[in-house]
Structures are given as C-alpha cells and as structure tokens.
C-alpha cells in the first residue's frame, strides 16, 4: 500500500492500539494488522481492519471494563 501521507511504499506490518472508550474505559487491542510507512511512520489500516476495530471498541464499552486488552488476531 502507498502511504497516504508522503507516497512512499508502507509494507504490512503490525500495530497497538489503544481507543478511549465513551463509557470512560480504554480499549487496548495488541497485533493489528497494518501497513506502516517506512519514510514517515504513517501507519494505516484495511477498510475490513477499521470495521473489526469498530465492532471490538463497541463490545469493550458494552462490557464496562477500566481497561479491556485484547489480541486483534484471537478476536475472529
Ligand atoms: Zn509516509
């Protein structure tokens, strides 16, 4: 994928992040798959990526946890 910030080629790689959660928890989700810039660290996510993200940031606040930790690659 090219980097959507300077054009140069970002190689898939893998990421952590961490969602402030609306309930007031935080969401830690470990090993998304990603591509991250080798020029300027953008890193940037698969359209199926960012909805999978947006599931698992819905149940972390459904279960009204402090922080919820979770593994992207144990989660399907
Ligand atoms: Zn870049």
Same mark, same amino acid.
Do not use: H
């Given at each position: 994928m090219k980097c959507a910030r300077c054009g140069k080629e970002a190689p898939e790689s893998l990421t952590t992040e961490a969602v402030e959660l609306d309930a007031g928890g935080l969401l830690v989700v470990r090993h998304i798959p990603c591509y991250r %810039? =080798?020029? %300027? /660290? @953008? #890193?940037?996510? +698969? =359209?199926? #990526?960012?909805?999978?993200?947006? @599931? &698992?940031? /819905?149940?972390? @606040? +459904?279960? &009204?946890? @402090?922080?919820? #930790? #979770?593994?992207? +690659?144990?989660?399907?």
């Open positions: %810039c =080798g020029n %300027c /660290g @953008e #890193v940037m996510y +698969a =359209g199926d #990526v960012v909805r999978r993200m947006e @599931e &698992l940031t /819905g149940q972390a @606040e +459904a279960m &009204l946890q @402090e922080i919820t #930790v #979770v593994n992207y +690659a144990r989660t399907r």
